[in-house]
């Protein structure tokens, strides 16, 4: 079920009044996990099959880690929910990826091998439960959290709709405490959930679908070299795009457990005002990049054993990464593109951070544009759909444009792209030391309700065409 | 070791401290108000309430009538293929009335009937009347078209989800102008922009206009300013058409390729559905302007459509033979009926079918139906 439904509006309608009938908390629960499946179900009833599994097996596993003291079996039922959970994963998501591989690599030893089609629909928002059910035995293994005293609590935490598909990943220790308790939402945070939740609604179906998408397709779906403006307009109209679509989401998934009384952690932070790399990410989906250093980088060794072997980790973790979000070489790309970036800034850092002119206002700003101006050309692999159609794109960029390249942006969508990325940029760059609830606050109460307004207008006349988060995909 | 159940590490969200029962009041009059301006603005510019969107009519529409064909208690004993000339060109209420069964209207815009037929015989019992009307080589399109691909997956089954949201949408069109399709927000942006664009750049017309508006069982009108001529809504339309009359004509080879290979699809096809008694006659749909030059050009008639009727071997009527269904009657844009033209060609056709039925097979199509002949 899509956020941006007529479907999700009398879904929630009816799971928000559930939610503040006199139920016993139990039954309140109950009501959320069933709706949560429900939710999931909306798309392909099936794959609530896996949930299913996945809960049952993290359940009883994360139980026996616990109890269990043999460092062996410990580490054997570990391993258990890692082949449970990655295995689903693999399957799903990368069993064409991996087969197509296979079959490229035995053609380049000679043998010629035509594979059976393996058409496999992959399960919406497969990779976030993964990782967060994962996380769960994670914790128990190494000691960090004990198991759930509940399985209410712990099926509901692995399956909880508003941030099931899209996240934000969110840790056991977060949210399964949050449901050992009765939670309803006191009306100002119903309101200011309420209040996210168009914010967020307003990202996707008006920036991220309205406004800039048609013109990163109309550019990275040309099958000829498009000219320098073309190529730079269509890869900021991706990078605005996968923002206000995958933040939109992140900020609505906020709002719709806190209208539920439930507290979920940001997951961006004005990432395009970042300056360098390691403060990118710690503003771009925060839930995943603390993920990765919490369950992938510390365990490799983080900066722990040397100059040489914290690069290499770094890397590591950032190449996974970016193969987290697909299973294609394009990805694996733009995170390893990124994995330089951090160890190049690392390296420089070590270097020349302690220079006075590094913490002039001026150079920071630099920094800032040079960031911005790095994690645009990310964006490119990240959306193109195969290399040619990124080398083209980035030939166009740096000014090598074949003479005759095509100019497919129609004059409308270069205004809107060009309006709404300046604005975009300068908003973050307003509110990189502050928080949305921070400017609410100091806002007008004739203000704050005339933006709510037009914003819950621009959505409802924009009529979204139901497209699917992006993210969905990962 | 912290707990799982201890709540002394959750952040809790901070509530900004305003007086938000104001605010959310302030807020819901404020966007009903712009609702209010915004519906009557819809309505003056012709988007009424009552009709659904065109997606949803050409694909999720398509597919609940198509799914009657599958009901074992169905009565249907009249269906109408095609592309959108057949869509816009028949009135199902008058269609009712001259030959005494309402016609399933199964025609789909931007499709050849080839996939739609095939489903009907292979995988249905029907053994009544199909009427499959003929757009110059775009019936010879034997896949899915432009949109038969999104209809045969609302028929097939999309997700509880898109079945839902069809329904509540439905229901809201009935009562609101606004949630026409024809009148979302980047689409009237896209369509009445008045910016000078590049030479190269992506043509907005071929995806922003409005051609018709659509009722229950997908009784299907032209929108009434693309009737206009000239008005910008007719003009539209008209460009559209003419990019892809600008591409070079079909060769006579090639119009010999698409007769053969049409005739091995629905030769079987045809004869397959007459073994178990039903039956189809094809109906060469008119036209008119750039679209007249064009089969004249490309000698569409000989070339394609005899040597292609004489193959079925089925009754056939050629409306660009007779006046009373073709140069009499408007077609705005070239290609589909007005709704005026549309009743005058949904009379008059029937005796049409009757005659070019009859003297192929020498029965009636009311004997071929099982139903009474109405009196008209």
């Known amino acids: 079920m899509l956020f941006n439904s007529l479907t999700f509006v009398v879904f929630f309608i009816i799971i928000l009044g559930l939610h503040n009938l006199p139920f016993s908390w139990r039954a309140k629960k109950t009501n959320l996990l069933i709706g949560s499946y429900l939710f999931y179900a909306a798309w392909n009833p099936p794959f609530v099959v896996l949930l299913w599994i996945s809960t049952m097996v993290d359940w009883f596993v994360a139980k026996k880690i616990y109890t269990e003291e043999r460092q062996a079996r410990r580490r054997a039922l570990l391993t258990l929910s890692i ?12 069993g064409n990826f991996m087969l197509e591989n296979w079959v490229s690599l035995m053609a380049m030893i000679g043998i010629e091998w035509h594979a059976p089609s393996w058409d496999i629909i992959l399960p919406v928002g497969i990779s976030f439960y ?59 945070q119903l309101y200011w959930g309420i209040s996210l939740m168009i914010l967020g609604i307003f990202q996707k179906v008006v920036i991220a679908d309205g406004l800039l998408a048609p013109a990163s397709d109309a550019v990275f779906n040309a099958k000829e070299q498009v000219s320098f403006l073309d190529a730079w307009l269509g890869t900021l109209a991706f990078s605005g795009q996968i923002f206000s679509d995958f933040a939109g989401y992140s900020t609505t998934a906020i709002g719709v457990a806190l209208t539920l009384g439930f507290s979920l952690p940001n997951n961006f932070r004005f990432p395009y005002a970042a300056i360098g790399f390691s403060d990118f990410w710690q503003r771009w989906h925060i839930s995943l990049s603390s993920w990765l250093r919490d369950y992938l980088y510390i365990p490799l060794g983080g900066n722990r054993k040397g100059p040489g072997r914290t690069y290499v980790n770094l890397m590591l973790t950032m190449l996974i990464g970016g193969l987290w979000h697909g299973a294609s070489w394009t990805f694996v790309v733009w995170g390893g593109l990124h994995g330089i970036y951090l160890a190049v800034e690392r390296w420089v850092s070590g270097r020349y951070g302690k220079l006075p002119i590094a913490r002039t206002k001026l150079f920071q700003v630099f920094l800032g544009i040079i960031t911005y101006f790095l994690v645009n050309l990310t964006w490119v692999f990240f959306r193109a759909q195969d290399f040619p159609t990124a080398w083209r794109m980035i030939t166009s960029m740096f000014g090598f444009a074949a003479d005759g390249a095509k100019t497919p942006l129609p004059t409308i969508y270069i205004v809107e792209v060009t309006v709404t990325i300046s604005l975009m940029v300068a908003t973050h760059w307003m509110m990189r030391n502050t928080s949305v609830e921070a400017v609410a606050q100091k806002a007008p109460k004739w203000l704050l309700g005339f933006i709510l307004a037009a914003m819950a207008f621009f959505i409802t006349i924009t009529q979204g065409s139901g497209d699917a988060f992006i993210y969905f995909q990962f | 070791m912290p707990s799982s159940t201890s709540s002394s590490e959750i952040p809790l969200r901070k509530i900004p401290d305003s007086q938000w029962s104001s605010i959310m009041i302030i807020a819901l009059v404020v966007f ?4 209010l301006g915004w519906e009557i603005k819809a309505r003056a510019m012709q988007h009424i309430p009552g009709t659904y969107s065109e997606v949803n009519n050409l694909e999720a529409m398509w597919a609940q009538e198509r799914r009657k064909l599958d009901d074992p208690t169905n009565q249907t ?77 609302w028929y097939e089954g999309v997700s509880p989800s898109k079945r839902s949201g069809f329904a509540i949408e439905q229901f809201l ?125 490309t000698n569409y008639r000989e070339l394609t459509w005899q040597p292609m009727s004489e193959a079925f071997d089925a009754p056939a009527i050629n409306c660009m033979d007779f006046p009373q269904l073709s140069t009499d009657l408007e077609i705005p844009e070239w290609s589909h009926l007005s709704r005026k033209s549309q009743d005058e060609w949904s009379r008059v056709i029937v005796p049409f079918v009757e005659k070019s039925y009859a003297d192929k097979r020498g029965q009636t199509i009311y004997e071929l139906m099982g139903i009474p002949q109405p009196q008209r």
């Open chain 1, 83 to 94: 082949l449970v959970n990655l295995g689903f994963l693999a399957f799903f998501k990368y």
């Open chain 1, 130 to 188: 993964t990782f967060q059910t994962m996380a769960y035995s994670l914790d128990i293994y190494l000691k960090r959290a004990k198991p759930a005293k509940s399985f209410l609590d712990f099926a509901l935490f692995v399956t909880f709709f508003p941030q099931l598909v899209a996240g934000p990943i969110v840790r056991p220790t977060h949210l399964i405490p949050q449901f050992a308790k009765p939670h309803v939402a006191s009306l100002k």
């Open chain 2, 32 to 35: 009903l108000l712009s609702m």
């Open chain 2, 77 to 153: 004993r009249l269906v109408l293929l095609g592309s959108s000339r057949m869509l816009w060109g028949a009135d199902l209420n008058i269609m009712e009335q001259q030959f005494g069964t309402r016609p399933l209207q199964l025609a789909i815009a931007g499709t050849g009937p080839a996939l739609m037929l095939k489903g009907i015989v292979d995988d249905t019992d029907f053994d009544g009347l199909i009427l499959i009307g003929v757009t110059p080589f775009l019936f010879n399109r034997l896949d899915e078209g432009f949109l038969g691909a999104g209809a045969l997956e």
């Open chain 2, 173 to 297: 069109s009935d009562y609101f102008g606004f949630l026409d399709e024809g009148f979302k927000l980047f689409q009237l942006l896209d369509r009445y922009n008045t910016f000078t664009n590049r030479e190269g750049s992506i043509p907005l017309e071929e995806n922003d206009w409005k051609l018709g508006n659509a009722y229950a069982d997908r009784q299907t009108d032209m929108w009434p300013p693309v009737e206009i001529v000239p008005s910008f809504d007719n003009t539209q339309i008209t460009n559209f058409w003419m990019a892809g009359l600008r591409r070079p004509p079909e060769t006579p080879e090639r119009m010999a390729e698409m007769v053969t290979s049409s005739a091995e699809y629905f030769v079987p096809l045809i004869e397959k559905l007459r073994a178990r008694g039903g039956d189809a006659v094809f109906i060469r749909m008119p036209d008119s302007g750039k679209y007249v030059e064009h089969v004249t050009k």
